[in-house]
Each structure stands twice: as structure tokens, then as C-alpha cells.
């Protein structure tokens, strides 16, 4: 059994935008003593702006912390942490996709 290069490449942008995501909102929330959410956008102004690019990449990280939170302390279904878990999955695959890119154009 073979597999096929094109699913190499996308289980490497998986796992690259969930290891991604997870070093993003870590280091932000080292360096700025805030946790990482979504709610960052929500603070107007320069601030706003200036956490675009750490929320879309930090995104399946924050979905499935805030997923996984619910669901311990609040009792969402089971079917919700299930779709919460596709929608990270399927962002972590574009934002790996983004980051390997970067790193081709790079020469990394």
C-alpha cells in the first residue's frame, strides 16, 4: 500500500497549523501576560488590528480550548465538540497550507 504524496502533504499542513496555532497563542500569551482569544477583536482601534493576523493563526487552537472548556464546565453535546473539532481541523489545514507556503517563498 502506497500513499499518495498529495496526503503527505496535507496531513503535514495539519499538523504544522495545529503546532502552529498552539506556538502563536502560547507566545502571545507569554509575552503579553493576556490570554489569546477571539475576543481580541473586539477592542477597536490599533489593538484590533494589530491581533488579526495572531487570531486567524491561532484559531484551531482557540476553537478547540474554548470547545473543550464547554464541554467540561458547561455540558455542550457531544455532536458540537465533533463539529468544533472539524471546523479546527479544516482551518488548522489552510493555515498550515499558508504557513508551508511562507516557508517555500522563504527558502526555509
Do not use: C, Y
Request: charged share 10%; hydrophobic share 60%.
Amino acid at each position: 500500500m502506497t500513499v499518495q504524496p498529495a496526503a503527505i502533504e496535507a496531513l503535514q499542513s495539519l499538523f504544522l497549523g495545529f503546532a502552529f496555532a498552539g506556538l502563536l497563542a502560547s507566545a502571545f500569551e507569554l509575552f503579553t501576560a493576556q490570554r489569546a482569544d477571539f475576543k481580541l477583536l473586539q477592542a477597536g482601534g490599533l489593538v484590533a488590528v494589530a491581533s488579526v493576523p495572531v487570531v486567524i493563526f491561532s484559531a484551531p487552537f482557540l476553537i478547540l480550548r474554548n470547545t473543550v472548556h464547554g464541554r467540561q464546565s458547561g455540558g455542550r453535546p457531544f455532536s458540537l465538540l465533533m463539529l468544533a473539532g472539524l471546523a479546527a481541523g479544516i482551518w488548522s489545514l489552510v493555515s498550515g497550507r499558508v504557513v508551508l507556503d511562507l516557508l517555500h517563498l522563504l527558502g526555509a
